[in-house]
């Protein structure tokens, strides 16, 4: 089983930049696919991007495409998510997951069998 810790996030004004890291421990990342969810206040948890085992493979949101990041580092059991032009509609806590059973990059919140317990992300405007 792996563990998840989420760190990197903050309060930052729109237009600014975050880096989350996603740091793994108990088994080698490069055995899962991993993704990252968010959820804002009264809303449900939802996708955010998604990276193969290797990381040849990335699928992202469409509310964040050309704005985030998705990248692992197998060698350091990490994985970042790079967010640039940040919105306040950004503002949630953000999730690592882990897909022990995909070798694809889904976007769908029940495959992921491993989660962190999150990071605060706040975007003022």
């Known amino acids: 089983q792996v563990q998840l810790v989420e760190s990197g996030g903050g309060m930052v004004q729109a237009g600014d930049s975050l880096r989350l890291s996603c740091a793994a421990s108990?088994?080698?990342?490069?055995?899962?696919?991993m993704g990252w969810f968010r959820q804002a206040p009264g809303k449900e948890r939802e996708f955010v991007a998604a990276v193969s085992r290797s990381g040849a493979n990335t699928n992202y949101a469409d509310s964040v495409k050309g704005r985030f990041t998705i990248s692992r580092d197998n060698t350091k059991n990490t994985v970042y998510l790079q967010m640039s032009s940040l919105k306040p509609e950004d503002t949630a806590v953000y999730y690592c997951a882990a897909d022990r059973r995909s070798y694809g990059v889904s976007d769908v919140l029940a495959q992921y069998d491993y989660w962190g317990q999150g990071t605060q992300v706040t975007v003022s405007s």
């Open positions: 108990g088994l080698p990342i490069s055995i899962y696919a």
